[in-house]
């Protein structure tokens, strides 16, 4: 079992060149888990990149649509406030909540975020794609 987070969640739906493929060979066989603002968070960055250029609608919509079917067990993130209060001065309230679960649900953290996989008071494993 893995939590993952966006920096991860993005490159597999919407990304057909090597990262995405890597991301996606590191996930297969795993139960992928995840606080409930991952897919809100992962609609958002594909937003941006659509807004910018860096996906067409098409892509956009074909990205949104594999991260509906993506099988993700969701986990409520209002437990996790307290750990991601305390964890406030470290990191995101975010990233915090991918830590707060990833400790929870005793398993690793899977990002693409080296600060992230760095900061202090982190009580999980981080693993950095």
């Keep these: 079992m893995l939590v993952v987070d966006a920096s991860i969640l993005v490159p597999v739906v919407a990304d057909g060149g090597d990262d995405g493929r890597l991301f996606r060979q590191r996930l297969r066989g795993e139960t992928i888990v995840g606080p409930d603002l991952l897919r809100l968070e992962v609609v958002s960055v594909l937003r941006r990149h659509t807004t910018n250029g860096g996906l067409t609608r098409e892509q956009a919509d074909a ?67």
């Design 63 to 129: 990205a949104v649509n594999d991260l509906l079917a993506f099988p993700i067990t969701v986990y409520a993130s209002a437990p996790l406030l307290s750990r991601v209060w305390e964890l406030r001065h470290n990191v995101s309230a975010y990233d915090g909540c991918y830590v707060a679960l990833a400790e929870a649900v005793e398993c690793a953290l899977l990002t693409a975020d080296r600060m992230l996989a760095n900061a202090p008071g982190v009580r999980c494993v981080v693993e950095v794609l």
